[in-house]
C-alpha cells in the first residue's frame, strides 16, 4: 500500500497536471499511481475530477476560457484513459447509469457535448455518444436500446435548438422518468423549460461549469460514504 | 417633404445623415416562412436557387415592411466552394438550415484550390445579389453579409484544433487565420464591386464565451482590422453571445457600425463607444418573434431604442417561423417610437 503522504503527492500532481494541461506529467502520475498500487477510482475522483474543479474556478473568475478548459480535458483524458481500465468495483466501473449524448441535427459543433461527455466519464457513468448532426429519432432508438436514464441533448444555434423540443417528446412519450439535460449556447432556462427538459446549460462553458458541479456532489457523496447514485 | 424610400433611408442613415425614422433592417438573415410559403416551396430548397433566394428575400420585405433584403441565409456558402460539403436537410422536417458535413482534420490539410471563389454556391449567390440590385432597386437596401476569418474557420476545421491550437501552436494558427482572412476580404469585395448597400462581418463564434478578451486581442482583432482596412464604408461588425468585455477592443477594428445580440448590456456599450458610432442591436429573435404575445413586442423594441441603439436589430438571424402579428409590432413600433434622433443618426 502506498503511504498517505507519497497518496496525496501523487493525487496532487495528477490534479496539477489537468489545471496546467501537462498531458505528460498526468501520464506519469497515472501510472505512478497504478504502480504504486493506488486505488483508480481514488486517482480519478481526488486527483483528476479534482484538478477539474479547480479548473472550474478558474472559469468563475474568467482566469481560464474554453480554449485552456478543452486543453485541461485533454490532460484529463490522458490520465483517465490510463486509469479507467482498472477500476475495482462495479459502482467504480459504471454502475451508476447510462447516458444517450449528441449533438441535434442541423448543428455540427460539439465542444459543449464533449465537455458534458467528459463530466460522465468521470463520473463513472457509461456514455453511449451519438456524435453531431444526429436525425432526431436516433435519440429515442438509442434511449430505448440502452435503456439509459439521462439523454443530453447539445444545441449551439438556434435555429437547431427546435429540434430538441422534438426529441425531448419524443422520448418522454415512451419513457417519461427519463431525465433529459439541454445545453447550448441559445438554451435558457425558459427554453428547457418550455421544451420540458429536465437541466440545461447554456454554453461550453457554462457545461463544464454545471458538469464540474455534478462531479463535486459525487466526491462528497463518496467522501461521506454515501452511495452516489 | 416625401417620404424616402428604405433604400435611401438605409444609405443615409449609414452616411449618418438625418433620416426621416428609424430603418427596419438588418445585417443578418430576414427570410421567413410565410414567404416560403407563399412562393409554394421548402425552406431546404431555396439555399440552392439564385431566383429562390432573391425571390424569397423581397418577398419577406413585401410582406412585413422591411427596409431591406439581403442573403444568402446559410452560413456554408464559403465552407462549400472551398470543398468541405454542404448538408441541406431536403427531407427534414421544418426549418433547418445547411451545415458542413467534412472538416479539415488538421492545419495542416488546409489548401484553398484556385478559383475556390467560383465554385458551389458561389456564382448563385452572386447572381441572387444582381437580381436583388436590378429589381429591388430603390426599392430596398440590398445588405450582404461574410463570416469573419475565425467564424469560418470554425467551419472548415474542428473548433477545438484552433482554440487549443492558438496556445500551442500559434504560428500555424497564424497562418491559418491569414488564409481564411484573405478568402472573406475577396468573397466581401466581390459583393461591395456588385453595389450592395451595406456589408456585414459576422464574427459571431469569438465572443467571450469562448475566448479570453486577451486572446480575442490576438487572434480575432489584427485579422478583423485588417478587413475593415481592405473593405468599404458602410462596414459593420457583428459578434454573438458574450461581448460586454470586448467592446472597446471591437470598435478599434474599423467598422463603421458596431452590432451585439442581446447578452450585450448595450447602456454600459453605448457609454464605452460613444455617440459617434452606429449601435445595432440587439432582440433575441426567437423569444421576440416567436416565442412572445405580440403585445409584449413593442416593449421589448422600445428597450432598445432607449438604451442607446441606432437601429433596432435582431441579435442573430430571425428564425423564420415567425409570429406574424409579431414582426408586425416590431416594424410599427420601430417606425413610431423611432421617430425620435437616435444617438448617432439625427431626422429630418
Known sequence: MVSEERRQEVLKSLSEGVVEYREDQVKDSANAALEEGMDAYDAIMNGLAAGMEIVGDLYDRQEYFVPEILMCADALYAGLDILKPHLKTASDSGARGQVVIGTVQGDVHDIGKNLIKMMFDVGGFTVHD???????????????????????????????????????????EKNPDVAIMLGGAPVTRDVAKLFGADGYAESAGNAVQEAIKMIGQLRKLDQAGMPAK | MAAMTPRERVQKFFRREPVDAMPVFSGMGLVTIQAINKMGIRFAQVHGSADYLARSAMTSADLFGFDSVIVPYDMCTMAEAMGRGVTVYENAEGVLYPTVPDKWTSLDDVKLEEGWIDKARMPKVEEAFKILLKEANGKYAVGAWVLGPFTLGGQVIELDLLLKGAARDRARVEAFMDKMTD???DVAKRYQALGVDYMNVREMGSGTDLLSPRMWKQLIQPYLKRIFDELKSPKILHICGGTDLIVDLMNDCGADALSFDQKNNLVETRKKIGN?????????????????????????????????????????????????????????????????PSPAVGRI
Open chain 1, 130 to 172: 451519438l456524435g453531431r448532426d444526429v436525425p432526431l429519432e436516433k435519440f429515442a432508438e438509442e434511449q430505448l436500446r440502452t435503456d439509459a436514464e439521462i439523454v443530453a441533448l447539445s444545441a449551439m444555434m438556434t435555429t437547431t435548438m427546435m429540434g430538441m423540443k422534438k426529441v425531448i417528446h419524443m422520448i418522454k
Open chain 2, 183 to 185: 478568402a472573406v476580404i
Open chain 2, 276 to 340: 459617434d458610432v452606429i449601435l445595432l442591436g440587439n432582440f433575441d429573435p426567437w423569444d421576440t418573434l416567436c416565442q412572445k404575445e405580440a403585445a409584449d413586442v413593442p416593449a421589448v423594441m422600445k428597450a432598445c431604442i432607449d438604451a442607446g441603439v441606432d437601429a433596432v436589430w435582431p441579435g442573430c438571424d430571425i428564425w423564420p417561423e415567425v409570429k406574424p402579428e409579431n414582426v408586425a409590432a416590431w416594424v410599427n413600433t420601430v417606425r413610431e417610437y423611432g421617430k425620435k
